[in-house]
């Protein structure tokens, strides 16, 4: 009998054993990051605490900010994807640009137009929606090998267009009247509590887009943001800040905006709310180039004189090929590319010196400029051209200019050497 409970307790020991050794290297590879992902000290020591879900996803940075390069006098950035920037061939043509021209600054997609975020980051939420796409394997000596060239890096982040967003919290996205079911007691009514990704909204170009005024998704891009700064960026660019433009706007359903509030003053509020979430950051906005000399919100929520109260730099986007037959008198604005972009900056620069007679504003005009072939030619006279009309326009105000180009190699005859 002895024997029988030696051997009893024996097993039961060796079964215990077992467990305690399973479940710490259960939790050990729990804990582990993706493979093909990096994580540093300092980004460990960067991030205090990141809320519940239901709360406001801000990170607090406690360390000291990494080390970034001195403001250049005038900006003059090109633009990047994360997958160029995950190249060293591409990258090694970006320096040798920068060595042999006045580029001196990239603007680096931080999340893109897909809703990706093209490195590992310490947004919780982030890992959660499935939103990082690990392109560039190591952030932070990315940005150390641009600093080291004396290029600014700016970070881009797409904010209300956003496919991942969209599909992991659908009650926060816009949504297709036509694909919601309706109420049984009001065949014309459809039901806003079945708010699934079989629902959403799409533009034309099959993208899904949230609710502009989803604090949520506005605490997630801050959120975002404070991640990059923590990564040395110089400056945050955020883009997509307004309502859809395109695909069928009336089949639009809100679940969180009413209709009753104006479009411009829901984005106004989230501007406003990015500069008190982000004091001392550097901050840019891009808006449609029309905004410059529109007296409108062009039915998406910009208006230029909402913005200049809360960024550093607004950037509207002024390219020729996307003015209507008839902007100027021009039958095809992208033939005249001097015209359309000085008359635009002249315009643009007027509003924010009118702005600054009554109220407090920093914000200094810096556009981007067309530097792809769409309604003409644009070869090294063209996108000289452009850049020429921003110097006429600004004069002693002149701030610099980022130059567009979805390839993203550039045009280096129209640059001037370094």
Same mark, same amino acid.
């Given at each position: 009998?002895?024997?029988?409970i !030696?051997?009893?307790?024996?097993?039961i020991?060796?079964?215990?054993?077992?467990?305690v050794f $399973?479940?710490?290297?259960?939790?050990?590879v !729990?804990?582990?990051?993706?493979?093909?992902? /990096?994580?540093?000290?300092?980004?460990?020591?960067a +991030?205090?605490?990141?809320?519940?879900?239901?709360s406001?996803?801000?990170l607090?940075i406690?360390?000291?900010?990494?080390?970034?390069?001195?403001?250049? %006098?005038?900006?003059?950035?090109?633009?990047?994807?994360?997958?160029?920037?995950s190249?060293?061939?591409? #990258?090694?043509?970006?320096?040798?640009?920068? !060595?042999?021209?006045?580029?001196?600054?990239?603007?680096v997609?931080?999340?893109?137009?897909?809703?990706?975020?093209?490195?590992?980051?310490?947004?919780?939420?982030?890992?959660?929606?499935?939103?990082e796409?690990?392109? #560039? !394997?190591?952030?932070?000596?990315?940005?150390?090998?641009?600093?080291?060239?004396?290029?600014?890096?700016? &970070?881009?982040? %797409? +904010? $209300?267009?956003?496919?991942?967003?969209?599909?992991?919290?659908?009650?926060?996205?816009?949504h297709?009247?036509?694909?919601?079911? =309706?109420?049984? =007691?009001?065949?014309?009514?459809?039901?806003?509590?079945?708010?699934?990704? $079989?629902?959403?909204?799409l533009?034309?170009?099959?993208?899904?887009?949230?609710?502009?005024?989803?604090?949520?998704?506005?605490?997630?891009?801050?959120?975002?943001?404070?991640?990059?700064?923590?990564?040395?960026?110089?400056?945050?660019?955020f883009?997509?800040?307004?309502?859809?433009?395109?695909?069928?706007?009336?089949?639009?359903? *809100?679940?969180i905006?009413?209709?009753?509030?104006?479009?411009?003053? +829901?984005?106004?509020?989230f501007?406003?709310? @990015?500069?008190?979430? =982000?004091?001392?950051?550097?901050?840019?906005?891009?808006?449609?180039?029309?905004?410059?000399?529109?007296?409108?919100?062009?039915?998406?929520?910009?208006?230029?004189?909402?913005?200049?109260?809360?960024?550093?730099?607004?950037?509207?986007?002024?390219?020729?090929?996307?003015? %209507?037959?008839?902007? @100027?008198? *021009?039958?095809?604005?992208?033939?005249?590319?001097?015209e359309?972009?000085?008359?635009?900056t002249?315009?643009?620069?007027?509003?924010?010196?009118? *702005?600054?007679?009554? /109220?407090?504003?920093?914000?200094?005009?810096?556009?981007?400029?067309?530097d792809f072939?769409m309604?003409?030619?644009y070869d090294?006279?063209? +996108?000289?051209?452009?850049?020429?009309?921003?110097?006429? %326009?600004?004069?002693?105000?002149?701030? &610099?200019?980022?130059?567009?180009?979805?390839?993203?190699?550039?045009?280096?005859g129209?640059?001037?050497?370094?």
């Amino acid at each position: 009998m002895k024997d029988i409970i !030696k051997t009893l307790t024996f097993f039961i020991f060796l079964v215990l054993l077992f467990g305690v050794f $399973f479940g710490s290297s259960k939790n050990s590879v !729990k804990n582990q990051k993706p493979k093909g992902t /990096q994580e540093t000290q300092s980004t460990q020591e960067a +991030v205090k605490s990141i809320p519940p879900e239901n709360s406001p996803q801000i990170l607090e940075i406690e360390t000291e900010k990494p080390e970034t390069i001195e403001i250049p %006098a005038t900006i003059r950035a090109v633009y990047i994807t994360s997958w160029s920037a995950s190249r060293n061939d591409y #990258i090694n043509y970006l320096i040798d640009l920068a !060595k042999n021209t006045e580029i001196n600054a990239a603007v680096v997609d931080i999340k893109d137009w897909s809703g990706y975020i093209g490195y590992d980051t310490q947004v919780e939420l982030a890992e959660k929606y499935g939103a990082e796409s690990f392109r #560039i !394997k190591d952030i932070d000596s990315f940005v150390k090998k641009l600093h080291d060239e004396e290029i600014y890096v700016i &970070g881009r982040i %797409a +904010v $209300f267009q956003d496919p991942i967003l969209a599909r992991t919290r659908p009650e926060i996205a816009i949504h297709s009247q036509s694909r919601l079911p =309706l109420s049984p =007691l009001d065949p014309f009514r459809p039901i806003f509590t079945s708010l699934t990704p $079989f629902s959403l909204w799409l533009d034309r170009l099959g993208l899904a887009w949230i609710d502009p005024m989803a604090k949520e998704n506005w605490d997630y891009n801050i959120a975002i943001a404070k991640d990059a700064i923590s990564h040395g960026f110089d400056e945050i660019n955020f883009d997509y800040v307004r309502f859809p433009s395109d695909g069928d706007l009336k089949d639009m359903v *809100f679940p969180i905006w009413d209709g009753k509030i104006e479009k411009h003053l +829901v984005i106004k509020d989230f501007f406003k709310y @990015l500069r008190e979430q =982000l004091p001392g950051v550097r901050l840019s906005v891009d808006l449609f180039g029309l905004t410059c000399s529109s007296a409108d919100d062009l039915g998406v929520g910009q208006i230029i004189e909402d913005a200049f109260g809360y960024f550093d730099y607004i950037s509207p986007m002024i390219y020729p090929s996307h003015y %209507a037959p008839g902007f @100027l008198g *021009f039958e095809n604005p992208a033939e005249y590319p001097y015209e359309v972009i000085n008359y635009s900056t002249a315009r643009a620069l007027q509003r924010l010196s009118v *702005f600054k007679e009554t /109220q407090e504003s920093n914000a200094q005009i810096r556009p981007w400029l067309q530097d792809f072939n769409m309604g003409a030619i644009y070869d090294d006279s063209m +996108v000289r051209n452009e850049i020429q009309a921003v110097l006429d %326009a600004t004069g002693k105000d002149f701030n &610099g200019f980022m130059l567009w180009n979805p390839s993203n190699y550039y045009t280096e005859g129209a640059l001037l050497p370094d």
